[in-house]
């Protein structure tokens, strides 16, 4: 069983970029594929980014493509989503989850995930 921990949310302005880490204890990333979710006051949990166990897969929701970059650093057991030109939009709760899985599959339901961390409130004023 692996547990996850995010970090590094935070109040920033519109346009301004935040980077959010979800670190791993328990088992090593390396046996999973890695999602981020984000849920605003009042709506469903939504699918942001995804990455592959091998890591060179990858995945993003219309909404952050081109703004959001998604990465895996093995070696630090650890999954960073980076955020660029931050809108107010994009405020909400983010939740890194984890799956086990094939090499280069990427998941984008939350269904799908097993595992979840606690979340990280990124908030973005205009």
């Known amino acids: 069983q692996v547990q996850l921990v995010e970090s590094g949310g935070g109040l920033v302005q519109a346009g301004d970029s935040l980077r959010l880490s979800c670190a791993a204890s328990?088992?090593?990333?390396?046996?999973?594929?890695v999602g981020w979710f984000r849920q605003a006051p009042g709506e469903e949990r939504e699918f942001v980014a995804a990455?592959?166990?091998?890591?060179?897969?990858?995945f993003y929701a219309d909404s952050v493509k081109g703004r959001f970059t998604i990465s895996s650093d093995n070696a630090k057991n650890t999954v960073y989503l980076q955020m660029n030109s931050l809108k107010p939009e994009d405020t909400a709760v983010y939740y890194c989850?984890?799956?086990?899985?094939?090499?280069?599959?990427?998941?984008?339901?939350?269904?799908?995930?097993?595992?979840w961390g606690q979340g990280a409130q990124v908030t973005v004023s205009s």
């Open positions: 989850a984890a799956k086990t899985s094939p090499n280069r599959e990427i998941y984008y339901q939350r269904l799908n995930y097993n595992y």
């Open positions: 328990g088992r090593t990333f390396s046996g999973y594929a």
């Open positions: 990455i592959s166990r091998s890591g060179d897969n990858t």
